[in-house]
C-alpha cells in the first residue's frame, strides 16, 4: 500500500513558474515507476510525466516538454515536478501516481496509487 500527498499547487500569473512535490508512504516508493496527470473542469485526465524507478529515464506530455521538468529523491520518498513558462492551459488539479511496472504507460489505469491532487491554476 502507497499513500501519496500532493504540495505545491497554487495561483500564478502567465509565465510564471511553481513546483509541485508529492510525498510517499512506505519503505517501497523505490520500486515504483511514478507519473504526474492534470485533470482540467470538464476534461479527462491526462499524462503529464512519468520517472522511472531510479529516476534514469523520464517522459514527457508534448504540451509540457521542454517546460515541465520530473524528479524524484527516493532517499526522501518523494516525486517532484519542477512546471516553468506556466500558461492559462495549465491549469488544472494535478494529481501524482504510482505505477509497479517497468515500462512506460501513460495511461491512468496504469497506475496503482493516486494521490488527492493539488489545485494549480494560471492566470492570464
Known amino acids: 500500500q502507497v499513500q501519496l500527498v500532493e504540495t505545491g499547487g497554487g495561483l500564478v500569473q502567465a509565465g510564471g513558474s511553481l513546483r509541485l512535490s508529492c510525498a510517499a508512504s512506505g519503505r517501497t516508493f523505490s520500486t515504483y515507476a511514478m507519473g504526474w496527470f492534470r485533470q482540467a473542469p470538464g476534461k479527462e485526465r491526462e499524462f503529464v510525466s512519468r520517472?522511472?524507478?531510479?529516476?534514469?529515464?523520464?517522459y514527457y506530455a508534448d504540451s509540457v516538454k521542454g517546460r515541465f521538468t520530473i524528479s524524484r529523491d527516493n532517499a526522501k520518498n518523494t516525486v517532484y515536478l519542477q512546471m516553468s513558462s506556466l500558461e492559462p492551459e495549465d491549469t488544472a488539479v494535478y494529481y501524482c501516481?504510482?505505477?509497479?511496472?517497468?515500462?512506460?504507460?501513460?495511461?491512468?489505469?496504469?497506475?496503482?496509487?493516486w494521490g488527492q491532487g493539488t489545485q494549480v491554476t494560471v492566470s492570464s
Open positions: 520517472i522511472s524507478r531510479s529516476g534514469g529515464s523520464t
Open positions: 501516481a504510482a505505477d509497479a511496472g517497468v515500462v512506460h504507460g501513460s495511461t491512468p489505469g496504469r497506475y496503482e496509487y
